[in-house]
T-cell receptor, first 113, second 113 residues
Framework: AQSVTQLDSHVSVSEGTPVLLRCNYS??????LFWYVQHPNKGLQLLLK??????LVKGINGFEAEFKKSETSFHLTKPSAHMSDAAEYFC???????????FGSGTRLQVQP | DGGITQSPKYLFRKEGQNVTLSCEQN?????MYWYRQDPGQGLRLIYY???????QKGDIAEGYSVSREKKESFPLTVTSAQKNPTAFYLC????????????FGPGTRLTVT
């Protein structure tokens, strides 16, 4: 079964500095991959998705992620953090057998003023 | 506007009582899912349904039950057999096409005392 590992449970950055949230995947082939964002006490929103069309994927709110097969990574980045980016971020891979999703444990992003 | 609604947003129950969480979607999606979210554990799949009148257990189905009598609705009952029911519950849906991304409702926070 495919799985993802989010390498940091908490990341704290200052407003205006770059954001890096790390995710490694485990798969025997190039999978689909997603990043979802969850603001406090809210549902999840799709941030971006990789489906093998392009290795650099652009998402909403200035986020992007690069699929690196050699490193089995799909790290999420943003050049300049904004206070509104404070949220929990999930790296997600499809559970193809059940047509469901398998979630990483999440990374909580704090943005300091 | 199309979307997924979950009600209520907050729910309080006494231990030993069954409680039903509502999930409705008007996206005309075939598949629907229930996830449970606990701090630091990401989302775990409780039940899923690919079509009306059919559903399957996920990873943590014990103590839960569902029904899928209508395409738009996928209610989740948390029974008294669920040992630790206090959690944030998220409902999601997905179209029947090849895409894997799911759309999430705003969630219901259940507190059992």
């Amino acid at each position: 079964a495919q799985s993802v590992t989010q390498l940091d449970s908490h990341v704290s950055v200052s407003e205006g500095t770059p954001v890096l949230l790390r995710c490694n995947y485990s798969s025997s082939y190039s999978p689909s991959l997603f990043w979802y964002v969850q603001h406090p006490n809210k549902g999840l929103q799709l941030l971006l998705k990789y489906t093998s069309a392009a290795t650099l994927v652009k998402g909403i709110n200035g986020f992007e992620a690069e699929f690196k097969k050699s490193e089995t990574s799909f790290h999420l980045t943003k050049p300049s953090a904004h206070m509104s980016d404070a949220a929990e971020y999930f790296c997600v891979v499809p559970d193809t057998g059940r047509r469901a999703l398998t979630f990483g444990s999440g990374t909580r992003l704090q943005v300091q003023p | 506007d199309g979307g997924i609604t979950q009600s209520p947003k907050y729910l309080f129950r006494k231990e030993g009582q069954n409680v039903t969480l509502s999930c409705e979607q008007n996206l005309n999606h075939d598949a629907m899912y229930w996830y449970r979210q606990d701090p630091g554990q990401g989302l775990r799949l409780i039940y899923y349904s690919q079509i009306v009148n059919d559903f399957q257990k996920g990873d943590i189905a014990e103590g839960y039950s569902v029904s899928r009598e209508k395409k738009e609705s996928f209610p989740l009952t948390v029974t008294s057999a669920q040992k630790n029911p206090t959690a944030f519950y998220l409902c999601a849906s997905k179209s029947g096409t090849g895409a894997y991304e799911q759309y999430f409702g705003p969630g219901t926070r259940l507190t059992v005392t």
